[in-house]
């Protein structure tokens, strides 16, 4: 008879347990607008922000497809004076015409993830070639071979090109 006491016992708690949770409010219950469920809620999906280094990667990656001198342009920093932009625009351009799309690749370094050592040596690089603010290097390569560094200036618009002031051999 005693083992059919503690069944029963345990029977009735759990059933009682059962009947307690799904009277229970909700924790989120305070959440919610006045008169409505959370079933008649949707959450909002959370917009993501691109991060700018891939978006700038399609873009290129786009441009060396398809050439687009406008779009291209709207990739520059516009502080800059209007001369070293054409100059920077030609050169890029002469980088990604001929179908370079198969063959390119971009490498990026980040300042601001780079350890110190490393830090100091690209920081070095970009001062080489630019006098402009930048805190992002972008070495372009075709079939293996550096073509071009770009100088990246970061913006709330994501990754700008700031124009070189001189072309300086990759070491």
Request: charged letters at 25%.
């Amino acid at each position: 008879m005693k083992p059919l006491s503690v069944t029963v016992l345990l029977l009735v708690l759990a059933c009682a347990g059962v009947r307690s949770q799904t009277d229970a409010p909700d924790f989120r219950s305070d959440l919610l607008l006045p008169g409505a469920s959370l079933r008649d809620q949707a959450t909002p999906p959370i917009p993501l922000r691109p991060d700018p280094v891939q978006e700038f990667h399609r873009v290129i990656m786009d441009l060396a497809e398809t050439p687009d001198h406008v779009r291209l342009q709207s990739l520059y920093w516009q502080g800059a004076d209007g001369r070293s932009i054409a100059v920077s625009i030609q050169r890029l351009e002469n980088v990604l015409s001929g179908g370079t799309r198969s063959r390119l690749s971009l490498f990026f370094k980040d300042l601001e993830r780079l350890p110190e050592p490393s830090r100091e040596r690209w920081s070095r690089k970009i001062r080489q070639l630019t006098t402009y603010e930048a805190s992002v290097l972008c070495l372009v390569q075709v079939d293996g071979h550096v073509r071009v560094l770009l100088p990246l200036h970061r913006s709330d618009d994501g990754l700008l090109i700031v124009p070189a002031d001189r072309i300086v051999e990759n070491d």
